[in-house]
Nanobody, 124 residues
Framework: QVQLVESGGGMVQAGGSLGLSCAASGRTFTSYVMGWFRQAPGKEREFVAAISGGGAFTYYADSVKGRFTISRDNAKNTVYLQMNSLKPEDTAVYYC?????????????????WGQGTQVTVSS
């Protein structure tokens, strides 16, 4: 069982930056693909970014490519999402998720563990 706890959300003006963290419990963190997803009000949850267990591979949604960076520190069982050049349309609840990574890129349906989410609000 893996428990995920996000932190770092908040409110920022358009063009600003914000960093999210997701702390994971469990001793097998390195075996998990970690992803970030988001859900805006009235919209379906969407993929944002993912990183392989060892951190060598990443991929991003086109909407955030070049602005967001996913990283992980396996010694700290933590995955990060650095968000730069934020836009109002980035406003959403952001969730981190973990998958045992049987497929890469990992479809959303294969993410088994989810955090409770953290709110990010970008004002114009």
């Amino acid at each position: 069982q893996v428990q995920l706890v996000e932190s770092g959300g908040g409110m920022v003006q358009a063009g600003g930056s914000l960093g999210l963290s997701c702390a994971a419990s469990g001793r097998t963190f390195t075996s998990y693909v970690m992803g970030w997803f988001r859900q805006a009000p009235g919209k379906e949850r969407e993929f944002v970014a993912a990183i392989s267990g060892g951190g060598a591979f990443t991929y991003y949604a086109d909407s955030v490519k070049g602005r967001f960076t996913i990283s992980r520190d396996n010694a700290k069982n933590t995955v990060y999402l650095q968000m730069n050049s934020l836009k109002p349309e980035d406003t959403a609840v952001y969730y981190c998720a973990g998958s045992r990574g049987v497929q890469w890129p990992t479809p959303e349906r294969l993410y088994e563990y989810w955090g409770q989410g953290t709110q990010v609000t970008v004002s114009s």
